[in-house]
């Protein structure tokens, strides 16, 4: 036994928590819900749409995520999860609902500050509230506060105090959608307390279902770690996209050339594509920025570079349909990355709605994760989605934009007549 499995067992018996309560269902509050449930403890899931609650209590999942929906179709018919749209007493509350930034870039904390609302009146003695959901600095702070005003009965930690009747920390999900239920279970995790004591008991809760190690430490710490690692992406992502850029103008094609200096010991570019998408790496670097906005040159230019790469995309397809008559383009993928359905930040949809708003072409969009196209795409004229077969057959120009795992294995003869613009390097 390591030193900190020892001190976990001396300090607390997480087995005699029974009942955990997860608010928000999503790619990060579902996953959670379902390991715990496996765990064997009683799991009540909160969110506040009714469509998901329905879901999610007939056994199914509203997302797309390798093999969640076993899990949970176990959890559910074991009796062990069960949706509501309203929390319940519990012996530990995990809260994993959004944090988006509002219109200035400036971090919107308020469904954390709901889901702080809903579970103030059920705490109790000894109940533990996690927050997963990747927030600012200070906001696991914030929730002391908040509920200290909602709850002066109860006695909330403090950094220095040892003594409180609620514990409180910050245990900031790190899992890779796409992955989630190996990454969930794999992934080492930092548990940032508002008390040692807090991060002990929060340790506790997810040694039961987490085989990473679990590094210990203050909630600030544990905000801006969180923070940092997507802003070092953002970074790195953008210095690739940068250089694609450069290759165009000097006529060098990209992949080849990172393979190149891939093969230097220290060197690891990743891959440039046609922006950086999804509700993380394009919005959490912007809370460090709006935290020190005159220290932050690096992650702000890293997140221009990023978000105008759906542009460039995009005057690059102009520029070759301006070359042909009524043509017709298949565009390959709109989820912000590979074998996912999330289309939230998508680059790809981005590209493909204003290739609708500008009415480039005749668009045929194949995205296999989907069903039907996003409003914005339903309703606008000469868009449809269909499959990738009837896309290829019929399209001047291939524009991929997601490296789904169907459209690698694409017979290349078919592309060799079509213009193909491929934004990810997989037809390379
Ligand atoms: N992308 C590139 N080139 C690359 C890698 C990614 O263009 O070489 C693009 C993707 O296509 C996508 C975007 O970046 O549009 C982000 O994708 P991702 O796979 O890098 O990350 P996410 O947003 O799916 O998940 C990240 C992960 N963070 C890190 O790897 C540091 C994950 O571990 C976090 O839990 C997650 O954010 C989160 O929820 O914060």
């Not at 245990?171 to 794999?186: A, F, I, K, M, Q």
């Not at 990355?337 to 480039?360: F, G, Q, T, W, Y």
């Amino acid at each position: 036994m390591t030193d900190i499995e020892d001190k976990l067992s001396a300090a607390f018996d997480a087995p005699s928590m029974k009942r955990i309560c997860v608010l928000g269902l999503g790619y990060v509050g579902l996953p959670v819900a379902g390991a715990l449930a496996s765990r064997g403890f009683d799991v009540i899931g909160v969110d506040v749409a009714q469509r998901i609650v329905d879901v999610i209590n007939t056994g199914k999942i509203h997302i797309v995520e390798p093999d969640l929906d076993m899990v949970v179709q176990a959890a559910v018919s074991a009796g062990r999860l069960r949706a509501t749209r309203t929390p319940e007493p519990s012996d530990a509350f995990i809260i994993a609902v959004p944090t988006p930034f509002a219109g200035d870039h400036q971090p919107d904390i308020s469904y954390v500050k709901a889901a702080i609302e809903m579970i103030a009146p059920l705490l109790g003695k000894s109940n533990l509230v996690i927050l997963e959901s990747t927030s600012p600095v200070g906001t696991t702070e914030q929730i002391c506060r908040w509920l200290a005003e909602l709850r002066p009965d109860l006695m909330m930690p403090e950094a220095e105090r040892e003594k409180a009747d609620i514990h409180i920390a910050h245990c900031p999900e790190r899992v890779l959608p796409g992955s989630v239920l190996r990454e969930l279970v794999d992934n080492d995790r930092i548990i940032g307390g508002i008390s040692p004591n807090c991060a002990t008991h929060a340790a506790a809760l997810y040694r039961t279902f987490v085989r990473g190690e679990m590094h210990l430490t203050n909630a600030r710490t544990a905000e801006l770690a969180k923070l940092v690692e997507n802003a070092y992406r953002d970074v790195n992502i953008a210095f690739a996209n940068e250089l694609s850029l450069i290759c165009d103008k000097l006529s060098v094609n990209v992949w080849d050339l990172i393979e190149l200096a891939n093969k230097h010991p220290r060197v690891n570019i990743l891959s440039p594509g046609p922006g950086v998408g999804g509700h993380c790496i394009a919005v959490d670097p912007w809370f460090i920025i709006a935290a020190a906005p005159q220290l932050t040159p690096v992650i702000r230019a890293a997140r221009f570079v990023n978000d105008s790469k759906p542009e460039l995309v995009f005057e690059k397809v102009k520029a070759a349909a301006a070359r042909l008559r009524s043509p017709i383009i298949a565009c390959l993928g709109l989820s912000y990355k590979a074998d996912i359905d999330d289309l939230r930040e998508s680059p790809a949809l981005h590209i493909v709605e204003e290739l609708a708003r500008e009415k480039i072409g005749d668009l045929l969009v194949v995205e296999p994760n989907i069903k039907q196209l996003p409003s914005s795409l339903g309703q606008a004229a000469g868009v449809k989605l269909v499959e990738l077969r009837e896309a290829l057959s019929a399209a001047d120009i291939v524009l991929l934009l997601v490296d789904h795992r169907q459209f690698k294995r694409v017979d290349r003869d078919i592309l060799k007549p079509k213009i193909t613009i491929d934004t990810r390097g997989i037809w390379r």
